[in-house]
């Protein structure tokens, strides 16, 4: 996304998932395609969206992150840091609530 990421690196290098090993550092979104897009369309508008509204967004942002080469980091990015709101990686945030649960459930295993 092309928002402000707080996306310090680990003193070990860069963060990653331990599954999937990707490099979320910061520079991974200098590539995405949604750089220059309106961000409403990925985060919405302020106030209440009505549902059908909402989908029809979320499916034109996924649209924009078919085919980025950003998208795997972006994902990893959003899971790593439990970003609950908008559209990352092609996930809107049911999509991903699930995977931040498993993930922070992980990290605290370790």
Request: proline content about 5%; aromatic content about 6%.
């Amino acid at each position: 996304m092309d928002a402000t990421h707080n996306t310090a690196t680990a003193p070990s290098g860069p963060r990653v998932l331990r599954t999937a090993l990707i490099d979320v550092s910061d520079g991974w979104d200098g590539d995405a395609r949604c750089r220059g897009e309106d961000a409403a369309l990925f985060f919405g508008p302020n106030g209440f969206e009505p549902k059908r509204e909402r989908l029809a967004r979320e499916a034109k942002a996924k649209a924009i992150c078919q085919g980025c080469p950003a998208v795997r980091a972006c994902r990893e990015y959003a899971i790593v840091e439990g970003e609950l709101y908008g559209v990352w990686g092609g996930l809107g945030e049911t999509d991903r609530r699930p995977l931040i649960e498993r993930h922070a459930q992980v990290a605290t295993a370790v």
